[in-house]
């Protein structure tokens, strides 16, 4: 696995080398610390995780109380407390991410996967957090959108030298303002942010916050991107806008798991974006505000009621609604190619070609030919193509109706009566009460059609043209 990860080493030998001369010089003067080997039998465990489903809340054993968040298709990560202080050991390093079943790529993340583990803390909060460098190349740790001391703010060359492979940084800072939050790399970012570095972090109020509401469930996740060709492993860090893979928490639907939800619990959920262009998220069956971005709680007199909100790069928004409709509601962004798993690109729009004929002529040197898309792409869903090893049909996921016709960035919001508070476990497919399902009906009588309109003067089919040349004038005067 490692070996495969390192494919894009050779580049960053520059880089690595100017690194030795500057670091020597930076270590003596900045705040994040370089740890000793002896030093580390004295930091805390290293919990990390191979596993890409959903963990269960992480009810906090000690410090303030808070109702913690869940991860879609991730975990909170676990802290030590020392003498007040809640530590965290957060460890940068070569990964094997489950995109969805049948897909599984070669990232970068933390403690064991990508996205890494979700820190929890509360306002108010003394926070250390030490970070081992296990990737072929040195790396830093912003912590986005954090008050904290300059020298805290993971800038690597800026506000501190870079972490090299095989150390340990230390960073210690107090989480001052309650909301949601990122982390990522500010160090050879474009690599590191398309190999899948990045985590979450909520700083939960401590006690009443008149702009943070109390909610029953707390759901988060960052919106990432990845150009990985079908066959391959590793993605390809270059790609500038052409993902091929749209994904939450480096999941591909059907590879997202559903928000299982009570009926009529208050629901929030907060998303970051860390790819390369705007998400505009689009949630059915009820309307939402955005009650905070990363810039902090929005004021009540600013909120208003949406039900698609757009994200833009290196932007956060948490929204938030009362789950008062039963049903499995589509949840996804509305970029109709962000819902799309790879093989979308380049093929070539045959909506209405009849290829009658012409597919049998191309069969007689193409046996297996196949024609696609005369009568759009929905067929895709439901053929069974031959694709290569590792990777998804551009379409998948399966439905009670049949196929979904969907990939990417979508998944499901289960809202159930009979759900139980806390059990976020999948309810199945929603039972609709009869006579609630779009139906056919019989076979449409013969339109009705209004009666020709008696034409007052001239034949019927006169039509009077009013003809504009382009850059003339008017041809009707
Ligand atoms: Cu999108």
């Given at each position: 696995?490692?070996?495969?990860?390192?494919?894009?080493?050779?580049?960053?030998?520059?880089?690595?080398?100017?690194?030795?001369?500057?670091?020597?010089?930076?270590?003596?003067?900045?705040?994040?610390?370089?740890?000793?080997?002896?030093?580390?039998?004295?930091?805390?465990?290293?919990?990390?995780?191979?596993?890409?489903?959903?963990?269960?809340?992480?009810?906090?054993?000690?410090?303030?109380?808070?109702?913690?968040?869940?991860?879609?298709?991730?975990?909170?990560?676990?802290?030590?407390?020392?003498?007040?202080?809640?530590?965290?050991?957060?460890?940068?390093?070569?990964?094997?991410?489950?995109i969805a079943?049948?897909m599984?790529?070669?990232?970068?993340?933390?403690?064991?996967?990508?996205?890494?583990?979700?820190?929890?803390?509360?306002?108010?909060?003394?926070?250390?957090?030490?970070?081992?460098?296990?990737?072929?190349?040195?790396?830093?740790?912003?912590?986005?959108?954090?008050?904290?001391?300059?020298?805290?703010?993971?800038?690597?060359?800026?506000?501190?030298?870079?972490?090299?492979?095989?150390?340990?940084?230390?960073?210690?800072?107090?989480?001052?303002?309650?909301?949601?939050?990122?982390?990522?790399?500010?160090?050879?970012?474009?690599?590191?942010?398309?190999?899948?570095?990045?985590?979450?972090?909520?700083?939960?109020?401590?006690?009443?916050?008149?702009?943070?509401?109390?909610?029953?469930?707390?759901?988060?996740?960052?919106?990432?991107?990845?150009?990985?060709?079908?066959?391959?492993?590793?993605?390809?860090?270059?790609?500038?806008?052409?993902?091929?893979l749209w994904t939450w928490?480096?999941r591909a639907f059907p590879g997202i798991?559903?928000?299982?939800?009570?009926?009529?619990?208050?629901?929030?959920?907060?998303?970051?974006?860390?790819?390369?262009?705007?998400?505009?998220?689009?949630?059915?069956?009820?309307?939402?505000?955005?009650?905070?971005?990363?810039?902090?709680?929005?004021?009540?007199?600013?909120?208003?009621?949406?039900?698609?909100?757009?994200?833009?790069?290196?932007?956060?928004?948490?929204?938030?609604?009362?789950?008062?409709?039963?049903?499995?509601?589509?949840?996804?962004?509305?970029?109709?190619?962000?819902?799309?798993n790879?093989?979308?690109?380049?093929?070539?729009?045959?909506?209405?070609?009849?290829?009658?004929?012409?597919?049998?002529?191309?069969?007689?040197?193409?046996?297996?030919?196949?024609?696609?898309?005369?009568?759009?792409?929905?067929?895709?869903?439901?053929?069974?193509?031959?694709?290569?090893?590792?990777?998804l049909?551009?379409?998948?996921?399966?439905?009670?109706?049949?196929?979904?016709?969907?990939g990417g960035m979508f998944?499901?919001?289960?809202?159930?009566?009979?759900?139980?508070?806390?059990?976020?476990?999948?309810?199945?497919?929603?039972?609709?009460?009869?006579?609630?399902?779009?139906?056919?009906?019989?076979?449409?009588?013969?339109?009705?059609?209004?009666?020709?309109?008696?034409?007052?003067?001239?034949?019927?089919?006169?039509?009077?043209?009013?003809?504009?040349?382009?850059?003339?004038?008017?041809?009707?005067?």
């Amino acid at each position: 696995m490692r070996a495969a990860a390192t494919d894009k080493d050779n580049p960053m030998t520059t880089r690595r080398d100017f690194f030795k001369l500057g670091g020597a010089v930076a270590a003596a003067s900045v705040s994040a610390a370089s740890i000793s080997s002896a030093a580390m039998a004295a930091l805390p465990e290293i919990v990390s995780t191979d596993k890409a489903d959903t963990q269960p809340p992480l009810l906090p054993p000690n410090g303030r109380p808070y109702n913690p968040v869940v991860t879609l298709n991730g975990w909170t990560l676990p802290w030590r407390m020392k003498d007040g202080v809640k530590e965290f050991h957060l460890v940068a390093e070569p990964v094997v991410r489950e995109i969805a079943p049948g897909m599984k790529a070669h990232l970068w993340g933390y403690n064991g996967q990508s996205p890494g583990p979700t820190i929890e803390v509360v306002e108010g909060d003394r926070v250390r957090l030490y970070v081992t460098n296990r990737l072929p190349e040195h790396t830093s740790i912003h912590w986005h959108g954090q008050r904290l001391p300059n020298g805290m703010d993971g800038v690597g060359g800026l506000t501190q030298p870079q972490i090299p492979p095989g150390k340990t940084f230390v960073y210690e800072f107090t989480a001052r303002r309650p909301g949601t939050f990122m982390y990522h790399p500010h160090a050879d970012e474009m690599v590191q942010m398309a190999m899948g570095m990045m985590g979450f972090w909520v700083t939960h109020p401590k006690g009443r916050h008149p702009l943070i509401d109390p909610v029953d469930r707390d759901f988060c996740f960052l919106l990432n991107a990845y150009d990985i060709e079908p066959g391959a492993y590793t993605p390809n860090v270059n790609t500038m806008l052409d993902f091929n893979l749209w994904t939450w928490n480096s999941r591909a639907f059907p590879g997202i798991d559903s928000l299982n939800v009570r009926l009529n619990d208050k629901v929030r959920i907060r998303i970051g974006n860390l790819t390369m262009t705007n998400h505009p998220i689009h949630l059915h069956g009820v309307e939402f505000e955005v009650t905070g971005t990363d810039g902090g709680p929005v004021p009540r007199s600013a909120r208003w009621p949406e039900v698609t909100t757009d994200i833009a790069v290196g932007q956060m928004r948490q929204i938030e609604f009362v789950a008062n409709e039963e049903g499995d509601w589509a949840f996804h962004c509305h970029k109709s190619h962000h819902v799309m798993n790879p093989m979308g690109h380049g093929v070539p729009t045959m909506i209405g070609v009849d290829h009658t004929g012409l597919a049998k002529k191309i069969t007689r040197v193409i046996p297996d030919y196949m024609v696609m898309g005369e009568r759009g792409m929905a067929d895709m869903a439901e053929m069974e193509m031959p694709l290569p090893d590792n990777t998804l049909p551009m379409m998948m996921g399966q439905g009670q109706y049949g196929p979904l016709e969907m990939g990417g960035m979508f998944t499901v919001m289960k809202v159930r009566r009979e759900q139980k508070r806390g059990d976020y476990s999948d309810p199945g497919w929603f039972r609709h009460p009869p006579g609630t399902v779009a139906h056919e009906v019989g076979a449409p009588a013969e339109p009705m059609r209004a009666p020709p309109a008696a034409a007052p003067q001239g034949k019927a089919g006169d039509v009077e043209l009013v003809v504009r040349k382009p850059g003339g004038h008017g041809g009707h005067h």
